[in-house]
């Protein structure tokens, strides 16, 4: 949606401009638009590249450690350690991928604010270009 925009915004701003000459009011608010499309696209494409992925199970350092190997310890202890640390491991996971989520809804959030507030914007940019020339 926002590329197609971009696109189509670019397009009129090229189809209206007059060459060497002065910008208009019209191109300025054009070159603006497409200008804050870019930037909220390129601050939502960090929403779609990859983060770091916490993968199924317990890393290997985390698994190893001298109390397994432990010959004075009982193995049903061991299994129990196992156990304890697998739930450790999985609640950091859980945390972690929460953290993120909760990055990447804030960053959605603030572009569909941001994609929703641009006619606003180009209605106030326009009119108060035309204020400013008006004045002179």
Same mark, same amino acid.
């Given at each position: 949606?926002?590329? /197609?925009?971009?696109?189509?915004?670019?397009?009129?701003?090229?189809?209206?401009?007059? /060459?060497? $000459?002065?910008? $208009? *009011?019209?191109?300025?608010?054009?070159?603006? /638009?497409?200008?804050?499309?870019?930037?909220?696209?390129? =601050? +939502?494409?960090?929403?779609?590249?990859?983060?770091? %992925?916490?993968?199924?199970?317990?890393?290997?350092? $985390?698994?190893?450690?001298?109390? %397994?190997?432990?010959?004075?310890?009982?193995?049903?202890?061991?299994?129990?350690?196992? %156990?304890?640390?697998?739930?450790?491991? %999985?609640?950091?996971?859980?945390?972690?991928?929460?953290?993120? *989520?909760?990055?990447?809804?804030?960053? =959605?959030?603030? $572009? +569909?604010?941001?994609?929703? #507030? #641009?006619? #606003?914007?180009?209605?106030?940019?326009? /009119?108060?270009?035309?204020?400013?020339?008006?004045?002179?």
């Amino acid at each position: 949606l926002m590329g /197609g925009l971009l696109i189509a915004l670019s397009g009129y701003t090229i189809s209206i401009w007059k /060459g060497t $000459t002065a910008l $208009t *009011n019209k191109d300025l608010a054009g070159i603006f /638009g497409c200008l804050y499309l870019l930037g909220i696209l390129i =601050y +939502v494409i960090n929403n779609l590249m990859t983060y770091k %992925y916490f993968e199924a199970g317990s890393q290997p350092e $985390t698994l190893i450690n001298s109390a %397994y190997f432990d010959d004075e310890i009982p193995r049903n202890k061991m299994l129990l350690l196992l %156990y304890l640390n697998e739930i450790e491991e %999985y609640d950091r996971r859980i945390s972690s991928n929460n953290t993120l *989520n909760h990055q990447r809804w804030r960053r =959605y959030k603030i $572009t +569909v604010f941001l994609f929703l #507030f #641009f006619p #606003f914007v180009l209605v106030l940019l326009y /009119g108060a270009l035309e204020w400013f020339r008006r004045g002179k």
